[in-house]
């Protein structure tokens, strides 16, 4: 999985990468984001990434923010999904209250989601709804326990859950000085 996006200006570079390094499009799961400033020109955005990226299709593609248009970017997704560019859409940074209106699209939400930052909140919403969240973090997490060929304890395991500052490193989308900061980004 490569994760880009238009706001992280990193899909020209990818793409130039990608095409260098001689990995088959069928090997790469490739992820983008729309920037919330360009929701009301969806489209253009999805055709400008798969441009930079080299690709004739995306196999993921995400609303980065919770701010502007963003129901009529969904739709827009929606229509490039039927027409095949786009094998999965989605939502970044959205938490529950936001969720709450997409619901029934039954999308993938993509929040920042660790140790000290659990969100155990969103995840009870969206296993409420059967949305899912990226999980490649928790696969990622087992692959590197399963290097020490252990399993930890149900006491272990709380003590992780003691860990959750519940404070995303990233962003939160309802602290107004990251809302504020975004929309100057």
Known sequence: MIDTAEAYGNEEAVGNALMKSGISRPELFLVTKVNFRSYENTRAAVEASL???????????????????????????????????????????????HLIDLIEFNAVNQIETHLLCQRRTEHEWLEKYHWRTLRWAEGRIKENFDVFDFELTADEMAQFVKMDTAIPLIGNAEDPAVVEMAMKW
């Open 51 to 97: 441009e930079k990226l080299k690709t004739s299709y995306l196999d993921l593609v995400l609303l980065h923010w919770p701010f502007g248009s963003c129901y009529a970017a969904w739709r827009e997704l929606e229509k490039l999904y039927h027409e095949g560019k786009i094998r999965a859409i989605g939502v970044s940074n959205f938490v529950p209250d």
